[in-house]
């Protein structure tokens, strides 16, 4: 049996636990483990039997796959919040991934989103649909369409390009600054960079231009190492900003460690004033579905009011994308809660419960410094 697991499980740590007092032992700490032991307790049963009731027993974000000797086999939690695709080779073999961007690479045909709740098996018989439980509600991570996905993938029907495109416009519309030219942080803003400068009049320019040799800066593991990777990713073309007034257009903020050093190396390379626009809403809450944020005490926007950000950033002005418009933006078609997306880093608002991390994270939120509910202005 082998398997891949994209997500995090919010109850794995209590069921470890109960696993174990059973007998179980593990070989790794992955949380994916939990639910090979899942199946192998429920002995008797059919395979796919076994499989459905472990499905049904984790909780949280996950896409899983498994590989056995009669077939692979792929599910999506309840929520959706982990994409998954499935496409078909020119030779009639299916193919399993997070993004259709991964299709066209290997010259597949895109077949269809993997729906919330969902249990799809390919064997020698071919593609056969089912689910393993109807109690279902379209979650996506919105962060698939602010930072993680790549702008020529689809998830669920909307291109990732276009909806970022979207966010931009709206962003302008919601934040509009008096400036030369817009600038976007490379690669994940472009698209909102785009979208910012048609629908505010100011031009777009290429004012920062990224390394492709280095990795994503939010995921290293220490300040140090974020911060040093930041000034080995950009660098700034200084003609083309020294003495203008920018709209600097990024995707989010995390801890602010890569907008402080950006904002550094504009004004030091002779920007005249920067006005930061950043194309989704303040995250102020933690992440317990697969994103490497677990708590409030490393997120910017949760411990600093918006003038606050402001000020230790060094920047003119500074202003974020409505959860409304972030929803409205992206448009999936749905009647789903947010317009079938995941918001609950900006809200506060979980899409189910957190288990094994409710506790602290009850405990963490009472010691905001900002009121939840703050306009973001």
């Known amino acids: 049996l082998h398997w891949s697991h994209n997500g995090n499980l919010t109850n794995a740590i209590s069921l470890r636990r109960e696993l174990e007092s059973q007998g179980a032992i593990f070989q790794s700490t992955s949380d994916t483990e939990v639910l090979m032991h899942l199946i192998r307790r429920q002995v008797g049963q059919p395979w796919l039997v076994q499989l459905k009731k472990a499905l049904n027993e984790v909780h949280g974000g996950f896409a899983f796959v498994l590989l056995t000797e009669h077939g692979l086999y792929a599910a999506v939690d309840p929520h959706g919040f982990r994409p998954m695709v499935v496409g078909v080779m020119p030779d009639g073999g299916y193919i399993v991934c997070s993004e259709t961007a991964a299709l066209d690479a290997v010259g597949a045909d895109f077949v269809r989103d993997i729906q919330p709740g969902e249990l799809i098996t390919i064997d020698d018989d071919g593609l056969h649909l089912d689910h393993f439980t109807t109690n279902t509600s379209l979650a996506v991570c919105s962060m698939e369409y602010i930072y993680f996905a790549r702008p020529d993938s689809d998830i669920h029907g909307i291109n990732v390009h276009q909806a970022r495109v979207r966010m931009g416009e709206r962003l302008a519309r919601e934040q509009p600054a008096d400036a030369d030219i817009v600038v976007g942080v490379p690669n994940s803003s472009l698209s909102a960079a785009i979208g910012y400068a048609k629908a505010s009049g100011i031009p777009y320019e290429m004012g920062l231009v990224k390394s492709q040799y280095v990795a994503r800066t939010f995921i290293q593991p220490t300040q140090a190492l974020r911060e040093k990777s930041v000034k080995m990713k950009l660098s ?69 009011s918006v003038p606050e950000m402001r000020d230790l950033l060094d920047v003119e002005s500074l202003g974020f994308l409505s959860t409304q418009g972030l929803e409205e933006s992206v448009g999936l078609p749905t009647t789903a809660p947010n317009g079938g997306l995941c918001v609950a880093y900006f809200t506060g608002k979980y899409p189910t419960a957190l288990d094994d991390y409710a506790p602290a994270l009850n405990k963490e939120v009472a010691s905001l410094k900002v009121n939840v509910a703050e306009v973001s202005a």
């Open 236 to 304: 700034v073309i200084k003609p083309v900003v020294a003495g203008k007034r920018i709209v600097l257009v990024d995707d989010s903020i995390v801890r602010g460690t890569t907008s402080k050093q950006i904002v550094k190396l504009l004004k030091e390379a002779g920007a005249a004033e920067v006005h930061l626009r950043i194309a989704s809403p303040p995250l102020r809450f933690p992440c317990f579905y697969g994103i490497d944020f677990q708590t409030t005490s490393e997120l910017f926007a949760a411990n600093h």
